[in-house]
DNA sequence: CGCGAGCTTGACGTTGTTCAACTAGAGTGG
DNA sequence: CCACTCTAGTTGAACAACGTCAAGCTCGCG
């Protein structure tokens, strides 16, 4: 065990810094730890959640399934996944995941069992009023991106993802751990579009690349790019 | 005022039934009664909500906007607008609504006073908890639609959109409010692009499409189209 | 050294948007 | 009562933006 227990865990942020060290006990009593590999699964579009999973180390993308994947996001350390999953199950129906998780790079995760975490949020109502602040500004965050993604062509989009890459992991010169393709489909457009797109950006001296080390140059010209495209 | 008051109301629906009488006292002491005419705005993108907007008569569209509008989903009546906005002020920032709403026909709506509300969800725990289920379920729908939206060709979307229809007013035989460019903005479709495909699902017997009278004559092909496409 | 995954570029084709023209019906005013 | 205008709907033709395909490149790793 990395972590010794959910009570002294000191990567506790929104709800679980609300909770009494009885329910983090009780949460920490049947809590599992795991390590994924890169390119592994964490969860699966389509089933029944368990656990809340908590990202307490590495890097993943979050992306609905298809022909294309589809990239809605990509989860730090630190963060949450199945918290909305845990409670859409209002008219008796099964809660489902409808996207997957994958670890972009080697993470470690506590599972937390889901029943534990929701007789938490019944019981403790500041926690239960921090679970609907975080679930209501992941919804923001989500309607930005279906905004960029209806509203704008290729080129806004790329701009948007890689300001996005910035805002994220707060800095401009960004060691990426994804793939074209990966940007590519967090950009929802084609690998070869989204390569030819950013070696323009690069010739245009907005960006730099250099395999997988990208520095946004200008920041200005990317923001009028997502707007204007 | 066509409604007496909230504690009488016979449009209370999921966390509203949960309120005590105090707590709807206190939302109807400065409630407000809309009617919205036919292509009203009721909200609007990029502003604060101040009110909860009770559609308790009429039909809406929740749409983002731009050169496209890309409609999100159709409100009927007994709907919520504004619950989400009212919880994402996490860190301090002003709420804001991501999408923009307006009526499709006249409709009436009550406006709550939106402080208020949020103080009885932060008193009431129970009414708490359904406020997260309610966003849940939404936001469960909401990923449906992008889903649709980011894996399917125009073909499967139109399906889709006439399946949702057909299941919001529970019926195979619809007399549309929607103009066949709502159809076109609730399928990401161009508005020909739209026409041309309704009419060779008309020819090809799947529908029967008269004017605004829209009836689903063999479901099982849409759904199929909806998968395939 | 060879293999495979990731990356890049150019040529090509298609889907779906855009444009333009036309019809029908509803509302308006002389 | 009949021009008129405006909106909604429809159709076909032209175009172009993208995606797809094919080929080659690089680099890391076994």
């Known amino acids: ?5 959910c009570v002294d865990c000191t990567f506790k942020k929104h ?9 983090l006990d009780a949460l920490n009593s049947n809590r599992l730890e795991v390590k994924y590999k890169k390119g592994d699964l964490i969860c699966k579009q389509g089933t029944t959640p368990t656990h ?5 180390n590495g890097i993943a993308k979050v992306y609905i399934e298809g022909n294309n994947n589809f990239l809605l996001s990509i989860l730090t350390s630190q963060n949450y996944i199945g918290i909305q999953s845990s409670f859409n199950c209002a008219s008796g129906k099964e809660p489902l995941f409808h996207y997957s998780v994958a670890a972009l790079d080697d993470s470690y995760a506590c599972l937390l069992d889901i ?12 926690v239960c009023l921090e679970v609907l602040a975080y679930i209501c500004s992941i919804e923001s965050d989500f309607l930005k991106k279906v905004e960029v993604l209806s509203q704008k062509n290729p080129h806004g989009r790329i701009a948007d993802t890689l300001l996005y890459l910035s805002e994220l992991f707060n800095t401009d010169r960004i060691d990426m751990k994804l793939t074209r393709k990966d940007i590519a489909e967090l950009s929802y457009t ?3 579009n989204t390569i030819k797109i950013l ?3 690069k010739s245009d001296k907005i960006i730099n690349l250099d395999g997988r080390k990208l520095e946004l140059l200008d920041k200005k010209k990317l923001q009028k790019i997502r707007e204007l495209a």
Chains 1, 2 share one sequence.
Do not use: K
């Open 15 to 23: 709800f679980f810094s609300l909770m009494t060290t009885e329910e």
């Open 199 to 201: 070696s323009e950006l």
């Open 52 to 56: 809340i999973i908590c990202l307490y």
């Open 115 to 126: 029943q534990t975490f929701r007789t938490i949020v019944h019981i403790n109502h500041a």
């Open 1 to 5: 065990m990395l972590i010794p227990s």
């Open 190 to 192: 084609s690998l070869e």
